[in-house]
C-alpha cells in the first residue's frame, strides 16, 4: 500500500515535468510537423539560465523561471532562423531537419559545457521542508511546488491556445496551413512563435527538473528529451490532450518501474513500452491508425 | 450597380500559372466590378480553383497581373493579401476540424482590423447562419456536408471582406442544401459585396450571376450574361466534348 | 542502367577511383607510422558501417539509427564465441554478422508500418535499449559497463607494432573494397531499383510490382549483415568491446560522417569518414571544440550542401571531364 | 458475361461519414475501352485506388478474371494483370527514364524475390514500352527532370512493362495542351489495336468521348449513367447534372 503511494507520488511529479517537455515537441510537431531535436539541449539551457538567476545572482525562483522561459524562448527562435526556415519545404526536409536541429542541439550543449563546465552545479530550492505520511512516503514541498508550476504553465498554456488571437492560430496553423494562411495568419510568424513557445515550455521543464534532481550537468538534456519523445509519440504526435495523459501515464509507468524493478531499469522499460506503442498503435493514444491516415 | 464608371474591383489581366512545370492557366483575364456577382464556370481539371488559389495568393502566378482596388497584389504572400479584404472560401471547406464552430469563426477574423470587431462580426455571420450559432460549442469536424459549408461562408465573412471568392459551394452537397446556401449568397450578394464564385455546374447561374465567364483548358472561353452564355452551343462542347 | 555519363566523365572516374586506392595502398608505406596506421584502419572499419548505414539510410530511404548496435552486437557476438568458445576471429566474425542480421529483423519487422520520423524514434529506442542492457547487465555476462575484454586480438604476422599494423590494415582495406563492392553491385541490381523506387514513392513501386515488406526487410538484413561482420572485426582489432561505443557522441560523428560526405550517394559516406577521423584526429587537443565543430559541419552542409561534399566535387569533376572534351574537339576537326 | 474481365459487385468505401464510392457495380468487358467522368469529389479516382489494391473497400466484391481481388496487396494486383497511371504525374524521380520502366519490367510479373541482373526479357520490355510511348530517344534522362507530357508518357510505359491485362489511366489528358492530348489520343488508340483493355478516367470530354466504347458518369460515389457516348450526351440526367436544364433546351 505504501509502495504504491510512493510510485503515485513519484509519477506525478514526474509526470508534470515530462508533460512540460512533451507539450514543447507536440507544438513545434504539430505545426511545423519535424521533430525538433535540438529540444534536449534548449532544455538544459534553460536550467542554466535559472541556475543564474537564481542561483547565482540570488533572484527569486519565479525570476529564473519566467527568465529561463524568455531567453530560451528567443533562442528557439534561432534555432528556428539558422536551422530550420532553411529547409522548410524542400524534398526530404523531415528528416534534414531531425539532422540540422540535432547538431543544433549538440553545438548548445558543447556551448554550455565550455561556459559553465562540465562538472555538476548544485541547483537552489524553489521551497525546502518535508511531510512525512506513513512510513515510507516522504513529501518534499520542494517537489509539490514543481507540480504546482508545472499545472500554473499548463494552464496559463491552455488559456492561450483556447482564447487569444495568436494561441489559436497556432492551432489553425497545425490543423490547416493553407486554411489559416486564408484567413490571413504569416504562417511564418506563427512558425517563430511556436519555436519559442515550445523551447520556453522545454526550459521551464529543464528548470524544474534540475530542482527535483538539485544538481545540474551540460548532458542533462539528453536523456529527458529522449523521454519527452517517447511520450509525445505515445500520446500521437501533435495532440496536446493526448499528450498531457501520455505524460502522466509514463510519469507513474517510470516510477512504478524504479519503485519495484530498481531505478536502472527505467530507461530500457520506457523504450520497450515505446516500442510496443508504436507496433499496436502506431499513431499513439489519440492519433488514427497508419492505414486510416492515407 | 454594375459599376459603371467605377474602377473594376478585381482586375486579372494574362494570368498563367499552375503547379511545378503543369501549366494549368493559360493567359485569363476577367475582371469584377463593384457590386456585381461574377461566376466562372467549367467543368473540372481546366483551372477554376487554381485561377482563386493563384488570385489569393497560395500559387505563385508565372506571367500577368491581378490588381485589387489600386493594389498589385503579385508577390504578396496569402496572408497579406487577405488582410487588403480579398477572402478566398476554399474548396472542400478547408475548416479547423479539431476546434469549435465558434473557433473556427474567430479564425476569420485573425487580423487585428477583424479582431476588434469580433462581436459584432459574430453577429451578423449568426444571423446569416443561424445553425451555426446553435452548433458554436461543436467540434468542426462532426458538423453535416452542409454546415461545414455554412461554417465555412461564414468564416469567410468575419474577415476584412472586400470581395468574397467562393470555390465550387455546392460541392458533395444535396440539391436542398444548395437551394439554402445559394438563398444564403443570394443574401451576401443584396448585401452589395462583390462576388467571384465559381462553379462546376451551371445550375444554379441565373438568378444570381451579373456576368458569366466559361473557363476552358486554362483560357477563358466565352463572356456573358447567363442566359446568353447557357444557350451557346459552346458550353455543350465543353462539358460533354460534343463536336 | 546507370546514369548517363559522357566517356572522358567515366573513363576520369576510373582514374580518381585507380588513383584513390594507389593512394590508400601505398599510404602505409610512406607514413611508416603507428598511429597513422592505427587511424586508417579505423577509417576503413567505419567507412563499411557507413557504406551499410547508407545503402538503409540514402538508397532505401529508411531512417534506421540502430547501425552502431548492430555493429556493437557483432563485437559482443564475436567476444562471447572467442572467450567462451574460443571460436577464432573469423568464425565469430561471421556470428557476429549472422546476429547482427538476427537483431536487424526484429527492429525491421515492427519498423515496416511506420514511416519517416517514427522510424527514426523507433530504432533509436533499440539503440538506447541495447546500450542500457549491456551497462545495467548485474550478473556480469556481457561484462556491465567495462565490457568484454582480453580475447584474441587480430594477428595477420609481421614483426614490431607498425608491421603488424600494416598488414591488418591492408586486410582492413581489402574488407572495405569488397564491401563496397558488394554494395556497387547490390544498387545496380534489381534489388537496389527496388530499394530507390520504394524510397522515391512508395504508391508508384508498389503499383509496379515491387513487394514493399519484402524488399524493406532485405536492405535491413543487408546492411545488418556488413555492419555486424565490420564490428566484429572491430571488436578483435581493439580486443575489446564495451558500452562506450554505443555512446551518443560516438553515434554523432558517425552521423557527422554520412551527412558532411553526403548521404544517397556511393562515394559520400567513404569520404564522408576519412574527412570527419582525420578532423577528429587534428583536433585531438581540442576535446570540446571538436564535437561542437562537427556539430555546426552537420547543420551546415544540410543546409548549404544537401548532398554532401561529394556533390561539388563530382560538380568540379564533370567540368574538368568538359574541359577535356572542348580541348579534344579542338584538336580534332570536326568529322563532318 | 464471359467477355466480362472486371466486375464489381456493390462496391463501397466510406471516408468517416463520407462514402466515397457508394454501392457501386459495373462491369468491364474484355478489349474495351471503359471511360469514367463525373463531377469533381464522384469518387472516380477513389474507385481506381479500390480496384488497384491502394485503398480497401469498405464492402463489396471486385472480380478480376473470376477471381476475387478486393483488399489485395497492390503489388499482387499488379502481378495478376492490373496496372495503372495515377493523376499527377508520380514517378520515380530519381531513376532514369529506363529505370523507371524496368521497376515494371522485372517486378511487374514476378511475385518471387530479385536476383543480381535484369536479363534480356525485361530489358526488351522496357525497350518496347519505351518505343510504344515515344520515349526511346530519352531512356538516359533523369525522370524528375522531365516535362509533364513525358512525365505521363512514362507512367504508361512503366505500366506497360508489367505487360497487364487491363490499363487504367487516370486524367492522362488532364494539364496537356491541345497537340499533346492529341497525341495521347492517338497512343491510347493504338494501345487498345494490342488487345489491351483500357479504363478511362477523363474530365477532358474531347478525348473521353471518341475514345470510349462505353461511358460511365459517377455522381457522390454512384453509377449515374452508364452506356455509349452519344446515349451518355443526349441523357437528361447528365446534362442536368452538369448544366442544370433540360437536354432540349440549347
Not at chain 3, 584502419?41 to 548492430?70: D, P
Request: proline letters at 4%; aromatic letters at 8%; charged letters at 15%.
Amino acid at each position: 500500500m505504501s509502495q504504491i503511494s510512493l510510485v503515485i507520488y513519484q509519477g506525478l511529479v514526474l509526470g508534470a515535468i515530462y508533460a512540460l517537455m512533451a507539450l514543447a515537441f507536440t507544438l513545434v510537431y504539430g505545426a511545423l510537423r519535424f521533430l525538433n531535436l535540438s529540444l534536449g539541449a534548449l532544455f538544459t539551457l534553460g536550467a542554466y539560465v535559472a541556475f543564474v538567476i537564481s542561483g547565482q545572482l540570488g533572484l527569486p525562483a519565479i525570476a529564473g523561471i519566467v527568465g529561463a522561459f524568455v531567453l530560451v524562448g528567443l533562442a528557439g527562435v534561432g534555432v528556428y532562423q539558422i536551422a530550420v526556415r532553411p529547409l522548410v519545404g524542400r524534398p526530404g526536409w523531415e528528416i534534414a531537419s531531425i539532422i540540422s536541429t540535432l547538431g543544433v542541439g549538440i553545438v548548445i550543449q558543447q556551448l554550455i559545457q565550455l561556459v559553465w563546465g562540465p562538472r555538476n552545479q548544485a541547483m537552489p530550492e524553489i521551497v525546502s521542508g518535508n511531510l512525512r505520511v506513513g512510513d515510507v512516503l516522504v513529501i518534499q514541498y520542494q517537489r509539490v511546488a514543481v507540480v504546482l508550476v508545472s499545472l500554473v504553465v499548463m494552464t496559463a498554456l491552455w488559456f492561450f491556445l483556447t482564447r487569444s488571437r495568436h494561441g489559436l492560430a497556432i492551432r489553425a496553423v497545425a490543423q490547416n496551413r493553407d486554411a489559416a494562411y486564408l484567413n490571413g495568419a504569416s504562417v511564418n510568424r506563427i512558425f517563430m512563435l511556436v519555436m519559442a513557445l515550445g523551447s520556453g515550455l522545454a526550459a521551464v521543464a529543464g528548470v524544474l527538473l534540475s530542482t527535483v534532481l538539485i544538481s545540474l550537468n551540460p548532458t542533462v538534456g539528453l536523456s529527458y528529451a529522449l523521454r519527452g519523445l517517447v511520450v509525445t509519440i505515445f500520446g500521437g504526435l501533435g495532440s496536446i490532450t493526448g499528450t498531457l495523459a501520455a505524460a502522466f501515464i509514463i510519469g507513474l509507468f517510470e516510477a512504478f518501474v524504479s519503485v519495484y524493478l530498481g531505478e536502472g531499469w527505467k530507461l530500457p522499460a520506457l523504450f520497450l513500452f515505446l516500442i510496443v506503442v508504436l507496433v499496436i498503435r502506431p499513431g499513439g493514444l489519440a492519433g488514427v491508425s497508419a492505414e486510416e491516415r492515407t | 450597380m454594375s459599376g459603371i464608371g467605377g474602377r473594376p474591383v478585381l482586375e486579372v489581366a494574362g494570368l498563367h500559372s499552375g503547379y511545378g512545370e503543369t501549366e494549368v492557366l493559360r493567359g485569363v483575364s476577367l475582371h469584377v466590378n463593384p457590386g456585381e456577382t461574377i461566376v466562372v464556370l467549367g467543368p473540372n481539371g481546366h483551372g477554376k480553383t487554381t485561377l482563386l488559389r493563384t488570385i489569393s495568393g497560395l500559387i505563385r502566378a508565372t506571367a500577368g497581373d491581378v490588381a485589387f482596388g489600386s493594389r498589385d497584389t503579385r508577390g504578396l504572400a496569402p496572408d497579406e493579401i487577405a488582410g487588403l479584404g480579398l477572402i478566398h472560401v476554399p474548396q472542400g471547406d478547408l475548416l479547423y476540424g479539431e476546434m469549435t464552430v465558434l473557433e473556427n469563426l474567430k479564425m476569420g477574423a485573425y487580423r487585428a482590423a477583424a479582431w476588434a470587431e469580433l462581436g459584432e462580426r459574430l453577429e451578423r455571420v449568426y444571423l446569416l447562419f443561424p445553425r451555426l450559432r446553435e452548433r458554436q460549442k461543436q467540434l468542426a469536424r462532426t458538423l453535416s456536408g452542409g454546415e461545414r459549408r455554412m461554417l465555412s461562408v461564414g468564416r469567410g465573412l468575419m474577415g476584412n471582406s472586400a470581395l468574397l471568392m467562393l470555390d465550387e459551394p455546392s460541392l458533395g452537397l444535396a440539391p436542398v442544401v444548395i437551394d439554402e446556401l445559394y438563398d444564403r449568397i443570394g443574401e451576401i450578394r443584396a448585401s452589395g459585396l462583390p462576388i467571384l464564385l465559381v462553379e462546376e455546374s451551371a445550375t444554379r447561374i441565373e438568378g444570381l450571376a451579373d456576368r458569366v465567364y466559361l473557363l476552358e483548358n486554362g483560357t477563358i472561353a466565352r463572356e456573358g450574361a447567363p442566359a446568353d452564355l447557357l444557350a451557346d452551343p459552346a458550353l455543350l462542347q465543353t462539358y460533354l466534348g460534343i463536336a | 542502367m546507370s546514369a548517363p555519363t559522357s566517356r572522358t566523365s567515366a573513363m576520369l572516374d576510373r582514374v580518381l577511383i585507380g588513383l584513390a586506392l594507389a593512394i590508400a595502398v601505398l599510404a602505409p608505406l610512406v607514413l611508416h607510422s603507428a598511429y597513422w596506421l592505427r587511424v586508417l584502419i579505423l577509417i576503413c572499419i567505419f567507412a563499411i558501417v557507413n557504406q551499410a548505414w547508407n545503402l538503409i539510410i540514402g538508397y532505401a530511404g529508411i531512417w534506421s539509427f540502430a547501425q552502431l548496435a548492430l555493429f556493437v552486437m557483432g563485437g559482443y557476438t564475436t567476444a562471447l564465441m572467442s572467450l567462451n568458445l574460443g571460436w577464432s576471429p573469423w568464425l565469430g566474425c561471421i556470428a557476429g554478422a549472422v546476429v547482427a542480421t538476427l537483431a536487424s529483423m526484429v527492429i525491421g519487422i515492427p519498423s515496416l508500418r511506420l514511416k519517416g520520423a517514427y522510424v527514426f524514434l523507433l530504432t533509436l529506442a533499440f539503440h538506447e535499449i541495447f546500450r542500457n542492457l549491456f551497462i545495467l547487465d548485474t550478473d556480469q555476462r556481457f561484462g556491465g559497463q567495462y565490457g568484454l575484454q582480453r580475447f584474441e586480438k587480430w594477428n595477420f604476422g609481421g614483426e614490431g607494432s607498425v608491421e603488424k599494423l600494416t598488414r591488418t590494415y591492408y586486410v582492413a582495406l581489402a574488407l572495405l573494397i569488397v564491401a563496397s563492392l558488394v554494395i556497387w553491385r547490390i544498387i545496380h541490381s534489381p534489388m537496389g531499383l527496388a530499394f530507390r523506387s520504394l524510397r522515391d514513392s512508395e504508391a508508384y513501386a508498389l503499383s509496379r510490382g515491387v513487394p514493399e515488406y519484402r524488399f524493406k526487410l532485405l536492405v535491413y538484413a543487408i546492411s545488418a549483415f556488413i555492419t555486424g561482420f565490420a564490428g566484429a572485426f572491430y571488436a578483435h582489432y581493439l580486443g575489446s568491446i564495451s558500452p562506450t561505443n554505443l555512446d551518443f557522441n560516438i553515434l554523432m560523428t558517425q552521423m557527422a560522417m554520412i551527412v558532411i560526405g553526403g548521404w544517397g550517394t556511393f562515394f559520400g559516406p567513404i569520404l564522408g569518414t576519412i574527412v570527419v577521423k582525420l578532423a577528429d584526429e587534428q583536433l585531438r587537443d581540442f576535446e570540446q571544440l571538436r564535437t561542437l565543430i562537427f556539430g555546426a559541419a552537420m547543420v551546415a552542409t544540410v543546409i548549404f550542401l544537401p548532398k554532401g561534399l561529394v556533390a561539388p566535387l563530382a560538380a568540379l569533376k564533370n567540368r574538368l571531364a568538359a574541359a577535356i572534351d572542348a580541348r579534344r574537339g579542338d584538336a580534332d576537326p570536326p568529322a563532318a | 458475361m464471359s467477355d466480362d474481365l472486371l466486375e464489381c459487385r456493390s462496391l463501397t468505401r466510406r471516408f468517416g461519414a463520407l462514402a466515397a464510392v457508394n454501392d457501386l457495380s459495373l462491369s468491364v468487358r474484355r478489349g474495351e475501352i471503359f471511360g469514367i467522368s463525373g463531377p469533381n469529389g464522384a469518387g472516380k479516382t477513389t474507385l481506381f485506388n479500390l480496384l488497384s489494391g491502394h485503398v480497401r473497400p469498405t464492402s463489396g466484391s471486385i472480380r478480376f478474371e473470376g477471381r476475387e481481388i478486393a483488399g489485395m496487396a497492390s503489388h499482387r494486383i499488379c502481378h495478376l494483370g492490373i496496372a495503372r497511371t495515377f493523376q499527377l504525374p508520380l514517378v520515380f524521380g530519381s531513376g532514369t527514364v529506363a529505370e523507371n520502366a524496368m521497376v515494371g519490367a522485372y517486378f511487374g510479373k514476378r511475385p518471387g524475390v530479385a536476383g543480381l541482373t535484369f536479363g534480356a526479357d525485361a530489358e526488351a520490355r522496357v525497350d518496347d514500352a519505351l518505343r510504344m510511348t515515344g520515349l526511346s530517344a530519352r531512356r538516359d534522362v533523369e525522370a524528375a527532370q522531365l516535362p509533364v507530357f513525358d512525365k505521363k508518357r512514362l507512367m504508361v510505359a512503366s505500366a506497360l512493362a508489367t505487360q497487364p491485362t487491363i490499363l487504367m489511366l487516370d486524367e492522362p489528358v488532364g494539364g496537356l495542351n491541345h497537340r499533346e492530348v492529341d497525341e495521347f489520343v492517338a497512343l491510347i488508340r493504338t494501345l487498345r489495336e494490342t488487345g489491351l483493355t483500357i479504363m478511362l478516367i477523363e474530365h477532358v470530354m474531347r478525348a473521353l468521348m471518341p475514345l470510349s466504347d462505353r461511358v460511365m458518369i459517377m455522381h457522390h460515389g454512384e453509377k449515374l449513367a452508364e452506356g455509349a457516348p452519344d446515349e451518355i450526351r443526349a441523357n437528361p440526367e447528365v446534362i442536368r447534372v452538369y448544366l442544370g436544364r433540360e437536354a432540349g433546351a440549347a
